[in-house]
């Protein structure tokens, strides 16, 4: 939580010009100890209400509301520390800091920083570098069907958790297809696509190199897993899959890319690709009933590419 800033009054205050005290009788000494000890209700003695001041402006509420949380120690402290989850926090929670972003009143939150959760990676805002790595990577903690099976540590530890709920809840065993892919792969991989489908299409299904949100290590691609585990269009309809549009929120993940975001995103809807955000901005994600980053962060729509 950032400190809201008191208002600071610029004018003096000015003497409060009451009228003149009702004292018609003798102040004695004895008397003002008495008054001061009993304090009657109707003492003699009561003060007159003080004066507004009314040269004194009203407090402003939006400014004060939208004071700057980038100014705040706990926040400078959080980012340094290369902390999302607590810099969240300090601004007041998930929908503060949604809240400071759209209104650009966060100018410490880099939505173009690839090292943090709040990245918005898109077809109109290349990685930058492009060819950006993360600095650690670990296994995922579920069954894995290519070599791309790594992500960050902290979102490795939110699929740990979320796969072990859904099996818990009975939707079935949840895999993973890909998780980070490097900058080369994705070069890779986009050109094998462009071959096999033409560009319009591989356009549609998958990132252009340093466009792609596997390359922050905050995404992956979950499957269904029964004795084998399923393919990425075989996932919409499981029992996994409803439970992952329903649940993922719960671990800190957002689907997205669905049906009411292909205007946005210009992506065609799928329902395997998680992206971590953190659990304080997913909850928000969700109860907002957002289908977007682009909308969440109030971001102009990215469907095409520039070129
Ligand atoms: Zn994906």
New binding site residues.
């Given amino acids: 939580m950032y400190a809201v800033p008191q208002p600071q009054h610029a004018a003096p205050r000015s003497p409060i010009r009451g009228p003149a005290l009702p004292i018609g009788i003798a102040v004695t000494a004895i008397g003002v100890l008495l008054s001061l000890a009993t304090v009657p209700t109707s003492a003699p003695f009561e003060q007159p209400e003080p004066v507004a001041l009314m040269e004194v402006p009203p407090v402003d509420v939006e400014a004060t509301t939208a004071a700057d949380p980038c100014a705040d120690a706990v926040v400078q402290q959080a980012l340094a520390a290369g902390d999302d989850a607590a810099t969240v926090a300090a601004f007041g929670g998930g929908e503060s800091f949604r809240a400071a972003v759209v209104a650009g009143n966060a100018p410490c939150i880099s939505l173009e920083d690839p090292a943090r959760a709040w990245v918005v990676v898109n077809k109109a805002r290349p990685l930058a570098p492009v060819d950006y790595a993360p600095p650690a990577l670990v296994d995922l903690p579920v069954q894995t069907t290519t070599r791309s099976g790594q992500v960050r540590p902290e979102v490795a530890a939110a699929v740990g958790e979320m796969a072990q709920a859904a099996e818990a809840a009975g939707a079935g065993r949840l895999g993973a297809n890909?998780g980070y892919r490097s900058y080369g792969l994705q070069v890779t991989t986009y050109e094998s696509n462009v071959r096999a489908l033409g560009q319009a299409e591989a356009d549609a299904g998958s990132a252009r190199p340093g466009h792609s949100?596997?390359q922050t290590g905050l995404?992956?691609?979950v499957v269904a897993c029964a004795a084998r585990c399923g393919d990425l269009d075989g996932f919409g309809g499981t029992a996994q899959s409803n439970w992952v549009a329903e649940h993922a929120w719960e671990y800190g993940f957002i689907v997205r890319y669905e049906q009411a975001g292909i205007g946005t995103t210009g992506y065609q809807p799928?329902p395997?690709?998680l992206r971590y955000i953190g659990v304080d901005l997913a909850a928000v994600y969700h109860q907002g009933g957002f289908h977007t980053m682009e909308e969440f962060f109030g971001l102009p729509a990215a469907p095409d590419y520039a070129h």
């Fill in positions: 890909n949100e596997h995404a992956l691609d799928e395997w690709h």
